[in-house]
Each structure stands twice: as structure tokens, then as C-alpha cells.
Antibody, heavy 117, light 111 residues
Framework: QVQLVESGGGVVQPGRSLRLSCAASGFTFSNYDMHWVRQAPGKGLEWVAVISYDGNNKYYADSVKGRFTISRDNSKNTLFLQMNSLRAEDTAMYYC??????????WGQGTTVTVSS | QSALTQPPSASGSPGQSVTISCTGTSSDVGGYNYVSWYQQHPGKAPKLMIYEVSKRPSGVPDRFFGSKSGNTASLTVSGLQADDEADYYCSSYAGSNNHVVFGGGTKLTVL
């Protein structure tokens, strides 16, 4: 079945970096745009970034632009989010999601990122 | 502050209908037919309920109905059931600069 599994979350100090991964299975990964969406504790959903099916186009939320980089390896069916210069406000559950008409049709279970000294 | 405005709460009794609104601008909701709705139960990942304003993914019951008028999209849940109690979020495509924006979410309570 269609599945997304995130990994790479953890506790990190402000200013440090973290790389999240999202392993996809059950569908032709290279055919679909992919998103990262985050949710701070007790808060709503916030779109973070999207990458086109071929990796050629990437878009970011203003809150992460210049600090986060989305990428993908279609040969390994894997999506990435490189997060640099992390701030306390980046603390959240991070979800990867498969795109459908600018919506997110399949979601992973999420990976937790905590930025704290 | 979220880009799209949703009421923080909504409620209805079992069997009744409830409508949740999602108000944006002509740069997002009003400008594109790419409004989506998500259901999120506590501690779970969101689930897509509606995409492209009114389309339902496979497996979503037809009790969930999406619509749009101008800059406001709506999700109507009819025949309320206990399991419909959850947080609901709308999202919209917002052009190549902002790409996707979410609403702040609405907590639906089934009385």
C-alpha cells in the first residue's frame, strides 16, 4: 500500500542543523510532487516546502526560506529536508506528504523536531 | 496569524449537518480551484477529505461536501457521526510565491 515514513527528527540546539528523510513506497515516487508540512505543539498545520516530481522546482514558506532545503532522490524513493540555522520556533512535528492538485493526499506519521538549548 | 481564516470551533448533534467556512483572498481561495480540506484526529496525521474544492478521494464518504463562492470555501458534513469529531483544516494554492497556505483549523464537536 501507499506509505510514507519519516525519520531523522530529534532534539537539537538552536543554530544547529538536522536532515529529515521520508521513504516512499507503494507508488511511483518519481511521478509526484512532494511536500513537507509541519505542526508546532498544540498549533495548526503550516506548509513548509514543495518539490516537483523531477526535483527541478522547489518552493518554500517565507518562514524557512534561506534556511531549509528540500530535495529528493528518485532512485531511492526518498524525500529530504535539510534544516539549517534552526530556531526554537521550528520545533514541530514534520510530515511529508504526496501531492494531489496542491493538496496532500497521503501523509506520513511524522517525525518530531525539538529545538532547545 | 494564518493566511486563511476558519472559525475556531463548530458543533452539531449526531445526524445533523454542520458547515465550516474558510475565507481567503482573490490571491488564494478566490483565484484558484485548488482548495483542500483535511481531517485530523488527536495524535494522528491529517487525512485529505476534499481536493480541488469539491472532489472526494477514494474512501471518503459522500457526507463530506466541499464548495466555494468567491473568496470563501466551505466544508459541509452531513449526518454527523461521533467519529467526525476532529480538527478540520482548509488549504489553498496561493500562486508560485506562497504556493500553499493553510487555515488555522476548526475543532468540530459532535454533541
Amino acid at each position: 500500500q501507499v506509505q510514507l515514513v519519516e525519520s531523522g527528527g530529534g532534539v537539537v540546539q538552536p543554530g544547529r542543523s538536522l536532515r529529515l528523510s521520508c521513504a516512499a513506497s507503494g507508488f511511483t515516487f518519481s511521478n509526484y510532487d512532494m511536500h513537507w508540512v509541519r505542526q508546532a505543539p498544540g498549533k495548526g498545520l503550516e506548509w513548509v516546502a514543495v518539490i516537483s516530481y523531477d526535483g527541478n522546482n522547489k518552493y518554500y514558506a517565507d518562514s524557512v526560506k534561506g534556511r531549509f532545503t528540500i530535495s529528493r532522490d528518485n532512485s531511492k524513493n526518498t524525500l529530504f529536508l535539510q534544516m539549517n540555522s534552526l530556531r526554537a520556533e521550528d520545533t514541530a512535528m514534520y510530515y511529508c506528504a504526496k501531492d494531489r492538485s496542491y493538496g496532500m493526499v497521503v501523509w506520513g506519521q511524522g517525525t518530531t523536531v525539538t529545538v532547545s538549548s | 496569524q494564518s493566511a486563511l481564516t476558519q472559525p475556531p470551533s463548530a458543533s452539531g448533534s449526531p445526524g445533523q449537518s454542520v458547515t465550516i467556512s474558510c475565507t481567503g483572498t482573490s490571491s488564494d481561495v478566490g483565484g484558484y480551484n485548488y482548495v483542500s480540506w483535511y481531517q485530523q484526529h488527536p495524535g494522528k496525521a491529517p487525512k485529505l477529505m476534499i481536493y480541488e474544492v469539491s472532489k472526494r478521494p477514494s474512501g471518503v464518504p459522500d457526507r463530506f461536501f466541499g464548495s466555494k463562492s468567491g473568496n470563501t470555501a466551505s466544508l459541509t458534513v452531513s449526518g454527523l457521526q461521533a467519529d467526525d469529531e476532529a480538527d478540520y483544516y482548509c488549504s489553498s494554492y496561493a500562486g508560485s510565491n506562497n504556493h500553499v497556505v493553510f487555515g488555522g483549523g476548526t475543532k468540530l464537536t459532535v454533541l
